[in-house]
């Protein structure tokens, strides 16, 4: 598992869950402007 941090601009709470994406699953938490985003690869 990734665990990345981001700041982004603006002001933003809430989740998205993207379940295919490049081989990946993403959770990204967005917490005011910060963004917490986990990334598990797939299983072979």
Do not use: K, Q, W
Request: glycine share 10%.
């Amino acid at each position: 598992m990734i665990i990345d941090f981001h700041l982004i601009t603006g002001f933003c709470i809430g989740f998205e869950y993207v379940p295919d994406f490049d081989d990946e699953s993403h959770l990204a938490i967005d917490l005011g402007i910060i963004r917490i985003m986990f990334s598990t690869p797939h299983g072979d």
